[in-house]
């Protein structure tokens, strides 16, 4: 059974950069059946896509926050990686890790990580 | 963009139930949506995609309709375990879009 977990620091400061990681265990993140996203939500609020990658590096990031993200994929580790530059207080929120069961990207997110609180203060 | 209408925001019912959650969108997406469960402190659950395809695993008395731009989601006998927080979500185009979530509360 696919599992997502993420990791990363708590807190990070405005105007530096958020790096979170997420590890895939009980399949492997090569595969060529998944597209791997990050989302996220702000406390008491909705949720927001942040961007979907496949393991050969080909991604997708939302328009209103592709200036500031980077997604990455690790194969040798089965982990895929998020980083948000820049990050104000607005960026303070959960960020969860998902998979896509779907070669196009296209696809409903089946299995979701815990997710991991991020918040942006000084 | 696909912009996404969901409603109501606030839903209040009892036990034994049937409730209706609607999602509209602001442009047709053939049946690219998906509908997921949210308890306070959890990551979200998908229920349904393709609009109307049950989960595995996710009990027969949650089901999903629609095609184009409106959509619905039902619970025909709502449970304890029900009373939650749900969002639709589009993957029929970039950028993936969600609706802004209905509370499901005890009345």
């Known amino acids: 059974q696919l599992q997502l977990q993420e990791s990363g620091p708590g807190l990070v400061k405005p105007s530096e950069t958020l790096s979170l990681t997420c590890t895939v265990s009980?399949?492997?993140?090569?595969?060529?059946?998944?597209?791997w996203g990050w989302i996220r939500q702000p406390p008491g609020k909705g949720l927001e896509w942040i961007g979907s990658?496949?393991?050969?590096?080909?991604?997708y990031y939302n328009p209103s926050l592709k200036s500031r993200v980077t997604i990455s994929v690790d194969t040798s580790k089965n982990q895929f990686s998020l980083k948000l530059s820049s990050v104000t207080a607005a960026d303070t929120a959960v960020y969860y890790c998902?998979?896509?069961?779907?070669?196009?990207?296209?696809?409903?997110?089946?299995?979701w990580g815990q997710g991991t609180m991020v918040t942006v203060s000084s | 963009v696909i912009w996404m209408t969901q409603s109501p925001s606030l839903l209040s019912a009892s036990t034994g139930d049937r409730v209706t959650i609607s999602c509209r969108m602001s442009?047709?997406?053939?049946?690219?949506l998906a509908w997921y469960q949210q308890k306070p402190g959890k990551a979200p659950e998908l229920l349904i995609y393709?609009?109307?395809t049950l989960q595995s695993g996710v009990p027969s008395r949650f089901s999903g309709s629609g095609s184009g731009t409106d959509f619905t989601l039902t619970i025909s006998c709502l449970q304890s375990e029900d009373f939650a927080t749900y969002y639709c979500?589009?993957?029929?185009?970039?950028?993936?879009?969600f609706g802004q979530g209905t509370r499901l509360e005890i009345k």
């Open positions: 442009q047709g997406i053939s049946s690219y």
């Open positions: 990658i496949y393991y050969s590096g080909s991604t």
């Open positions: 979500q589009q993957y029929y185009s970039f950028p993936i879009t």
């Open positions: 998902a998979s896509i069961y779907d070669s196009s990207g296209y696809a409903a997110f089946d299995i």
């Open positions: 009980g399949g492997s993140i090569s595969s060529s059946s998944y597209y």
């Open positions: 393709a609009a109307s």
